[in-house]
């Protein structure tokens, strides 16, 4: 659940305060503020300080760290913008790609498909030209070796 935020505004000033103290109480202002922004931090320690009875507390402060808390949440989003517009650019070329992919792969299944239908056209050209070829081109059978004389000799 969110938190509210005059909520938000009370813990950050608690830990704003409690990190003027000492050691402990530092740690314990740090936990405080975890997770807050620079520009909330600043904003509570500009409070601190104008509550201080220096005159130029507040002007020092500001100075300090409220300035440069907000150049850098400027910097930070400015950063953040850059990349999201980047993530965006990415995720269109992306869907860009893969159009282009299944289109290529359209044409290869046609290319394919084209490929198998002459192949089958070659085929069929073949099995019907094949029995023509086979009356023309019999073996003749070998001819019967002749038998042997038999020898003519003495007879005992």
Same mark, same amino acid.
């Given at each position: 659940?969110? @938190?509210?935020?005059?909520?938000?505004?009370?813990?950050? #000033?608690?830990?704003?305060?409690?990190?003027?103290?000492? &050691?402990?109480?530092?740690?314990?202002?740090?936990? #405080?503020? #975890?997770?807050?922004?620079?520009?909330?931090?600043?904003?509570?320690?500009?409070?601190?300080?104008?509550?201080?009875?220096?005159?130029?507390?507040?002007?020092?402060?500001?100075?300090?760290?409220?300035?440069?808390? #907000?150049?850098?949440?400027?910097?930070?989003?400015?950063?953040?913008?850059? &990349? @999201?517009?980047?993530?965006?650019?990415?995720?269109?070329?992306?869907?860009?790609?893969?159009?282009?992919?299944?289109?290529?792969?359209?044409? @290869?299944?046609?290319?394919?498909?084209?490929?198998?239908?002459?192949?089958?056209?070659?085929?069929?050209?073949?099995?019907?030209?094949?029995?023509?070829?086979?009356?023309?081109?019999?073996?003749?059978?070998?001819?019967?070796?002749?038998?042997?004389?038999?020898?003519?000799?003495?007879?005992?």
């Amino acid at each position: 659940m969110a @938190e509210s935020p005059f909520a938000t505004v009370a813990r950050i #000033l608690g830990g704003v305060v409690l990190m003027q103290g000492n &050691l402990g109480h530092q740690v314990l202002g740090q936990l #405080l503020i #975890l997770d807050s922004n620079e520009v909330a931090i600043a904003a509570a320690g500009l409070v601190v300080a104008a509550s201080s009875r220096d005159k130029n507390a507040v002007t020092q402060v500001a100075l300090r760290t409220a300035a440069p808390a #907000l150049a850098a949440r400027f910097l930070i989003q400015k950063q953040e913008r850059r &990349l @999201e517009l980047r993530t965006a650019q990415l995720d269109d070329r992306e869907r860009r790609l893969d159009g282009e992919k299944s289109a290529l792969d359209e044409r @290869e299944d046609d290319l394919l498909a084209r490929e198998s239908a002459v192949d089958a056209i070659e085929v069929t050209k073949k099995l019907a030209a094949a029995p023509a070829a086979r009356r023309v081109s019999r073996p003749k059978p070998k001819p019967k070796p002749k038998p042997k004389p038999k020898p003519k000799g003495r007879k005992k």
